[in-house]
């Protein structure tokens, strides 16, 4: 094996060390470059809010007990909408209001009720309908179960030819 050394005599290294003067300084100057950045960020925005609300349309005289600044409301959203917009008013949380709705669905399709009390009408759990269903069979158009198994494919009664 041979001895690899660099033409100094040092072996596969670099003799010379970083200075952690560069570091430092590399270090002092990014954090005075975020700082005048971020002054300068906040004077841009600070300009643009001022110019956004120097041309802010006026509020419509429909409406009453407008606040100031409608971006940002002391009071909570929903009754504010509730009690200063006319009807109809457009959603205003829509995967809140379809997951009401889902589970009003759910609710309907998996519990016993009654539709109509008077006339003895309930509404059974789908799950229970397809059990009854499987077990009795489904009857066809007011037919008995004995009259839709003598009808079945293949078989003759009285009066129908076999095709």
């Not at 990014?30 to 300009?47: D, K, P, Q, W």
């Amino acid at each position: 094996m041979t001895n690899q050394t660099n033409s100094n005599g040092h072996g596969g290294f670099e003799p010379r060390d970083i200075g952690a003067s560069g570091v430092l300084y590399f270090l002092l100057g990014l954090a005075v470059f975020g700082l005048i950045a971020h002054f300068l960020m906040t004077g841009l925005y600070s300009y643009l809010e001022k110019r956004t609300n120097a041309e802010q349309a006026p509020v419509s005289p429909l409406v009453s007990n407008a606040p100031v600044d409608t971006r940002h409301l002391s009071v909570d959203y929903r009754d504010y909408l509730k009690q200063n917009f006319p009807s109809p008013q457009l959603e205003i949380d829509e995967r809140t209001q379809l997951n009401k709705i889902r589970l009003n669905e759910e609710e309907t399709l998996s519990t016993y009720d009654y539709v109509d009390q008077k006339a003895g009408i309930v509404r059974i759990p789908i799950e229970h309908a397809m059990n009854l269903i499987a077990q009795r069979g489904l009857g066809v158009g007011g037919q008995s179960r004995t009259q839709v198994a003598s009808t079945a494919p293949g078989t003759k009664t009285k009066g129908t030819k076999k095709k």
